[in-house]
């Protein structure tokens, strides 16, 4: 499936984007977010979760298990690279892609520095929240209420370090000005903070 990795000289750490339904690595706020990472010196992958034939059915898009095993499977791909070798990794992931994110990062065996979600459906990641132990941001839109409460709920499922920020006047896409500028700012500020730390 088709990737852009773009990797910054001395970079501090490589976010790896998981978009959510109907969405692609083309995805125009996705890589708006890329951009404002790679000029802060961090890392970006950005890739098809599905092929083209598999997203024509709709029960693929919302099968939350298969995007996660995409992400995992792209996530071993990418520590293997020469550009990537021993960075930290992270995940920011946008509606199901952010329930793919926290399904992913909950395996044992996946040592991801931080999450980050947009306007998520960490939900839709279920029981699979406890165990993840990555510093995970949810950002949600005051303009989203219906997802601003699923956030809220699966907050309290999370164990690992958590924090829900609202970006005031936004709904659901950040589609308003200057929402989206909001979302890469605190993306790049907690990829940052926790690319520092232990990860």
């Known amino acids: 499936m088709s990737g852009d990795l773009v990797v910054p000289d001395a970079a501090r750490g490589v976010v790896v984007f998981a978009h959510g339904s109907g969405s692609s690595r083309l995805s125009p706020r996705n890589r708006y977010v890329a951009a404002a990472l790679n000029q802060a010196g961090l890392g970006t992958l950005l890739f098809d979760l599905l092929t083209p034939a598999e997203e024509a059915d709709r029960a693929n898009v919302f099968d939350i298990g298969l995007l996660a095993e995409r992400l995992l499977e792209r996530t071993e791909r990418l520590r293997g690279q020469e550009e990537a070798a021993g960075l930290p990794i992270g995940y920011f992931g946008a509606s199901t892609g952010a329930a793919a994110a ?13 999450i980050v979600s947009r306007g998520g459906r960490p939900d839709l990641a279920g ?50 000005p200057g929402a989206l500028e909001a979302v890469a700012g605190h993306a790049r500020d907690w990829f940052t903070t926790h690319f520092m730390g232990p990860g």
Not at 105 to 113: G, V
Not at 127 to 153: F, H, M, Q, S
């Open 127 to 176: 029981p699979r929240l406890a165990a993840v132990r990555a510093p995970t941001l949810l950002i949600v839109g005051g303009r989203d209420p219906i997802v601003v409460k699923l956030n809220e709920e699966a907050r309290q499922r999370l164990r690992a370090e958590s924090r829900i920020t609202v970006v005031p006047g936004a709904t659901h896409l950040f589609e308003e």
């Open 102 to 114: 926290l399904w992913a990062a909950a395996e044992p065996d996946n040592a991801i520095s931080a």
